[in-house]
């Protein structure tokens, strides 16, 4: 097998790289030549006191790793796969606590509990007020931009509907809801000097979440109500949420349930803008294929990553214990053993076996059925309020080591 064709020193978490384009080229040329590729770097570069990881690029292996928790750790070292160079080790142990850090069986107590959330009772309880919530949100968005005028996206439309989907399922008031947006924002942006938001405030932004989520906590087992915080944290003979488990639970919804929608819903306009027989698609016909091929496109979370628990071999390569491993969803999602034409965004893809919501295994993401829904309602409502909307400017791209993210995009109503 030849080897494949990288620049010296090339790391797919460089927090550089993703601020410009995710390396899907890069990604292609290891599937063809090493599926499973050791990425050296500096000593606690990524808040690790290693000296690199193994980047795992195929479908196949990427869902192999996810599906063997006994093999590979979530908890080790977390899913994160890079923190800042000055991450302290106390703080990414302090982070096991989220369900995201978590291995069987605490995973699987914990999991079971939090699942009370997303039964499909709850989520049809919440899609009625979704609709008239993404219609209006489109209203507003055009009656402040006026006629011909332009404006931005991600904040006035594809930041809107996650955020208060996740509000109205653990019932936090309206009065409320900005902070959280803000608190989840400076979680995720330290690599990004635009915000000038260094680890410390992302720190203190995520200590503010768990605060108010454990003051929600306690106010729910003082004086139950008739709600699904109430359902997790108070239920009795039912098992339960400690009000500090709880806390970390909103902080992870925070992230995996507002910040990926939102940008699965930005990626997917611009996709359908530079892909215009696709919106004309849309438009005509709603496919109800759409949103997955919309997580597909985007693939928000470029990677995880999972720790060895013992010796083992994967893609032809020996790892070692100990050594992490980086899943990178975004290289699986472009298979092209898995996917007919990867490079193509068809929104009547139909299988679709992507890995957007995680590579299966324990950790698929609880929140999937609620995130396509939000995607389905957002672009129904763009297509009846705005069908002729415009691409303004080129995205404006997050600086982040393991987010595809967009923090501007200007468009007009057309």
């Given at each position: 097998m030849p080897c494949p064709e990288l620049p010296d020193g090339f790391d797919f978490t460089d927090p550089d790289l993703l601020h410009h384009r995710v390396p899907l080229p890069e990604f292609a040329e290891l599937r063809r030549a090493e599926p499973v590729r050791w990425i050296p770097q500096p000593p606690n570069l990524a808040g690790f006191q290693d000296e690199g990881y193994w980047a795992v690029t195929r479908h196949a292996d990427v869902k192999y790793v996810s599906t063997h928790p006994e093999l590979f750790s979530s908890t080790l070292n977390t899913a994160i796969i890079r923190f800042g160079e000055h991450m302290e080790r106390d703080a990414i142990d302090a982070q096991r606590l989220i369900l995201l850090n978590m291995d069987p069986p605490e995973h699987t107590r914990v999991r079971q509990i939090v699942q009370r959330v997303f039964t499909p009772r709850a989520i049809r309880t919440l899609e009625e007020k979704l609709h008239a919530r993404a219609s209006r949100v489109v209203e507003a968005a055009l009656a402040e931009a006026g006629p011909g005028g332009s404006f931005d996206f991600v904040t006035r439309i594809a930041s809107e509907l996650p955020l208060q989907a996740i509000a109205e399922l653990i019932g936090i008031p309206q009065d409320d809801r900005a902070r959280i947006f803000d608190w989840s924002n400076k979680m995720i942006a330290y690599d990004d000097p635009e915000y000038r938001i260094t680890e410390e405030v992302g720190q203190e932004a995520a200590t503010e979440i768990i605060a108010y989520a454990m003051n929600m906590s306690a106010d729910r087992k003082r004086c139950p109500a008739e709600d699904l915080v109430t359902t997790l944290?108070?239920?009795?003979?039912e098992g339960n949420l400690a009000s500090d488990e709880f806390g970390f639970f909103v902080l992870m919804l925070a992230v995996a349930g507002n910040e990926t929608t939102r940008n699965a819903i930005t990626h997917g306009m611009h996709a359908f803008l530079t892909h215009p027989d696709q919106w004309d698609l849309y438009k005509r016909e709603r496919p109800a294929t759409a949103a997955?091929?919309?997580?597909?496109?985007?693939?928000?979370?470029?990677s995880f990553q999972r720790t060895a628990t013992q010796d083992t071999a994967l893609g032809g390569k020996q790892i070692l214990k100990g050594d992490r491993l980086g899943l990178f969803y975004s290289s699986a999602n472009n298979d092209p053993e898995v996917f007919d034409a990867p490079e193509v965004f068809d929104i009547g893809r139909d299988p679709n076996p992507h890995l957007g919501f995680g590579g299966g295994g324990p950790?698929?993401?609880?929140g999937k059925s609620l995130a396509t829904l939000e995607i389905d309602l957002m672009f129904h409502a763009i297509a009846d309020a705005m069908p002729g909307v415009r691409l303004a400017a080129d995205p404006r791209r997050l600086r982040s080591a393991w987010l595809n993210g967009v923090k501007e995009m200007q468009v007009s109503a057309g």
């Amino acid at each position: 097998m030849p080897c494949p064709e990288l620049p010296d020193g090339f790391d797919f978490t460089d927090p550089d790289l993703l601020h410009h384009r995710v390396p899907l080229p890069e990604f292609a040329e290891l599937r063809r030549a090493e599926p499973v590729r050791w990425i050296p770097q500096p000593p606690n570069l990524a808040g690790f006191q290693d000296e690199g990881y193994w980047a795992v690029t195929r479908h196949a292996d990427v869902k192999y790793v996810s599906t063997h928790p006994e093999l590979f750790s979530s908890t080790l070292n977390t899913a994160i796969i890079r923190f800042g160079e000055h991450m302290e080790r106390d703080a990414i142990d302090a982070q096991r606590l989220i369900l995201l850090n978590m291995d069987p069986p605490e995973h699987t107590r914990v999991r079971q509990i939090v699942q009370r959330v997303f039964t499909p009772r709850a989520i049809r309880t919440l899609e009625e007020k979704l609709h008239a919530r993404a219609s209006r949100v489109v209203e507003a968005a055009l009656a402040e931009a006026g006629p011909g005028g332009s404006f931005d996206f991600v904040t006035r439309i594809a930041s809107e509907l996650p955020l208060q989907a996740i509000a109205e399922l653990i019932g936090i008031p309206q009065d409320d809801r900005a902070r959280i947006f803000d608190w989840s924002n400076k979680m995720i942006a330290y690599d990004d000097p635009e915000y000038r938001i260094t680890e410390e405030v992302g720190q203190e932004a995520a200590t503010e979440i768990i605060a108010y989520a454990m003051n929600m906590s306690a106010d729910r087992k003082r004086c139950p109500a008739e709600d699904l915080v109430t359902t997790l944290v108070a239920a009795e003979d039912e098992g339960n949420l400690a009000s500090d488990e709880f806390g970390f639970f909103v902080l992870m919804l925070a992230v995996a349930g507002n910040e990926t929608t939102r940008n699965a819903i930005t990626h997917g306009m611009h996709a359908f803008l530079t892909h215009p027989d696709q919106w004309d698609l849309y438009k005509r016909e709603r496919p109800a294929t759409a949103a997955e091929e919309i997580v597909r496109w985007a693939t928000p979370i470029v990677s995880f990553q999972r720790t060895a628990t013992q010796d083992t071999a994967l893609g032809g390569k020996q790892i070692l214990k100990g050594d992490r491993l980086g899943l990178f969803y975004s290289s699986a999602n472009n298979d092209p053993e898995v996917f007919d034409a990867p490079e193509v965004f068809d929104i009547g893809r139909d299988p679709n076996p992507h890995l957007g919501f995680g590579g299966g295994g324990p950790h698929f993401c609880l929140g999937k059925s609620l995130a396509t829904l939000e995607i389905d309602l957002m672009f129904h409502a763009i297509a009846d309020a705005m069908p002729g909307v415009r691409l303004a400017a080129d995205p404006r791209r997050l600086r982040s080591a393991w987010l595809n993210g967009v923090k501007e995009m200007q468009v007009s109503a057309g």
